[in-house]
């Protein structure tokens, strides 16, 4: 059974850093491409980041792009989201998942094995 656990999220202020981690287990992630989304109170799930299966490439949504980054590591068969210069509307609950359907990057649709979330809240 494929579990996917995300850690890291916390309270910070506006400005601060956090780093979040995907644990992935049942299944190797070596050929998957990953993606970290985002949902606040209220709202869809929204894209916020994802990289390919050999961590060449990496996409960003406009609204998080120079402030976060994406990485993994295969070994330890997990993934990680750097996010830096956190403002207010960060403020989410934070899912990884893998991509196990073609198509686009920012699809949710296009993933599968969602985590439980890690919530993340910036105060102003």
């Known amino acids: 059974q494929v579990q996917l656990v995300e850690s890291g999220g916390g309270v910070v202020q506006a400005g601060g850093s956090l780093r979040l981690s995907c644990a992935v287990s049942?299944?190797?992630?070596?050929?998957?491409?990953m993606a970290w989304f985002r949902q606040a109170p209220g709202k869809e799930r929204e894209y916020v980041a994802a990289?390919?299966?050999?961590?060449?490439?990496?996409y960003y949504a406009d609204s998080v792009k120079d402030r976060f980054t994406i990485s993994r590591d295969d070994r330890k068969n997990m993934m990680f989201l750097q996010m830096n210069t956190l403002k207010p509307e960060d403020t989410a609950v934070y899912y990884c998942a893998l991509k196990l359907h073609s198509g686009t990057y920012y699809y949710v649709d296009n993933y599968g094995h969602w985590g439980q979330g890690t919530q993340v809240t910036v105060s102003s």
């Open positions: 049942g299944r190797t992630v070596e050929n998957y491409a």
């Open positions: 990289i390919n299966w050999s961590g060449s490439n990496t």
